[in-house]
Nanobody, 124 residues
């Protein structure tokens, strides 16, 4: 059974940094594409970024590009999202997701597996 558990959410100041972690079980992250999505109150879910399983290529949504980094630690099946220069509009629930197909994430935005989400609140 696949399980994705997010850690690291909380409150942060605008201009600051935050690192989220996602620990996967029931799958091997080296063979799955992993991703982060977020949803702000009253808004649709938004793609934040993804990392491919085979070569570690990374992809980012326009709203976070240039100030976010996705990385992974294969040994512990953990994926990280480092966010810098936080903005109030980064506030939302952040979800870790996984799919065997990177295409399902990038083109369809519908990964097979989702975590429960972790709240991030950025204040000025």
């Amino acid at each position: 059974q696949v399980q994705l558990v997010e850690y690291g959410g909380g409150s942060a100041q605008a201009g600051g940094s935050l690192r989220l972690s996602c620990v996967a079980s029931g799958l091997t992250t080296s063979t799955y594409a992993m991703a982060w999505f977020r949803q702000a109150p009253g808004k649709e879910r938004e793609f934040v970024g993804a990392i491919s399983g085979n070569d570690g290529s990374t992809y980012y949504g326009d709203s976070v590009k240039g100030r976010s980094t996705i990385s992974r630690k294969y040994a512990s099946d953990t994926v990280y999202l480092q966010m810098n220069n936080l903005k109030r509009e980064d506030t939302g629930v952040y979800y870790c997701a996984a799919d065997y197909s990177l295409h399902s994430i990038l083109a369809r935005g519908k990964p097979d597996y989702w975590g429960q989400g972790t709240q991030v609140t950025v204040s000025s």
